[in-house]
């Protein structure tokens, strides 16, 4: 079992910066891929960000040049930093892990077994 805790959300007007996190505890972090997920209102589940356990990062395109995934190991700890936040980015964003889960498969949630609580984000215009 992984149990994943996200924090960092908050209100923030656009253009701003936000860092989101996700606290990971169970199994061996480093084998697992980890990815960052987004629902708005009346929308679906969408992909924005992920990182494999080899350290590959793959990002959505309404994202890609704005936000950057990491990771810290040490920390069992995966970080999205958001930049040049947009009124569209308001979702509530969701951590997910699958071990071992593979690059081809990294933008599809239900890849992924664990999930956290998520975090609201709300960018004002």
């Known amino acids: 079992q992984v149990q994943l805790v996200e924090s960092g959300g908050g209100l923030m007007q656009a253009g701003a910066s936000l860092r989101l996190s996700c606290a990971a505890s169970g199994r061996t972090f480093s084998d697992y891929t980890l990815g960052w997920f987004r629902q708005a209102p009346g929308k679906d589940r969408e992909f924005v960000a992920a990182?494999?356990?080899?350290?590959?990062?793959y990002y959505a395109d309404a994202v890609k040049g704005r936000f950057t995934i990491s990771r810290d190991n040490a920390k069992n700890t995966v970080y999205l930093q958001m930049n040049s936040l947009k009124p569209e980015d308001t979702a509530v964003y969701y951590c997910?892990?699958?071990?071992?889960?593979?690059?081809?498969?990294?933008?599809?949630?239900?890849?992924?077994?664990?999930w956290g609580q998520g975090t609201q984000v709300t960018v004002s215009s």
């Open positions: 990182i494999t356990f080899i350290g590959g990062t």
């Open positions: 997910a892990a699958d071990h071992l889960l593979r690059s081809r498969d990294v933008s599809t949630a239900i890849k992924y077994d664990y």
